[in-house]
């Protein structure tokens, strides 16, 4: 190695490498396919109402890339559960909170604003009536979801705006959320 050469570290930005950000948007620019991701979770009934969901990679280009997850799941006391774990409501609230501090984190870091601290809190209703079926015209899921963004750093009130609207454009979670999502189910009974 020559003794003059200097490497450059990388520039991060709230944690985020965003060198290696903007390598990976001009490589989608360049190449769509490389952008194509695929999710997959299977989930196994453990009982009572208790579940568990296996994460054992994803999909990035047509790569497939291992990771090993568990996430257990339960219902309240009430709801028929244990209470061992959080319910499904709150890991789709979590999932929803997650994937938007991704985008604020994100957002603020190509542009350079440093931030101090994000907190986004979400909540919502669900009728038991649709759920228990007592009541056929009674919604089975959320009418709406209401959030609210925390958000410190160096950026002005502006910029802050422009990130929110960002977000809220390109999020995958909040698209998932905000307008139907075809689902192609199959029951395979053994």
């Not at 997850?69 to 999932?95: H, K």
């Amino acid at each position: 190695m020559d003794g003059n050469a200097m490497t450059t570290a990388p520039k991060v930005v709230n944690g985020i490498n965003v060198d290696d950000l903007f390598s990976l948007i001009e490589s989608v620019r360049l190449d769509p396919a490389k952008g194509v991701t695929r999710w997959h979770v299977a989930t196994t009934w453990q009982g009572q109402t208790g579940s568990r969901s296996q994460v054992e990679g994803f999909g990035i280009g047509g790569e497939e890339v291992k990771r090993r997850f568990m996430i257990d799941i339960d219902e309240p006391c009430e709801l028929g559960g244990s209470n061992r774990f959080a319910n499904p409501q709150e890991y789709l609230i979590a999932a929803l909170n997650a994937c938007m501090t991704v985008g604020y984190v994100a957002q603020c870091a190509v542009r350079g604003i440093a931030l101090e601290s994000l907190v986004i809190e979400t909540e919502g209703e669900i009728d038991l009536r649709g759920f228990l079926g007592i009541d056929p015209t009674a919604a089975k899921g959320y009418e709406n979801l209401r959030y609210k963004v925390r958000i410190k750093g160096n950026g002005t009130k502006e910029q802050f705006a422009e990130i929110h609207e960002a977000v809220m454009a390109t999020s995958p979670n909040f698209y998932n959320l905000s307008r139907p999502v075809g689902l192609k189910p199959t029951l395979v009974v053994e």
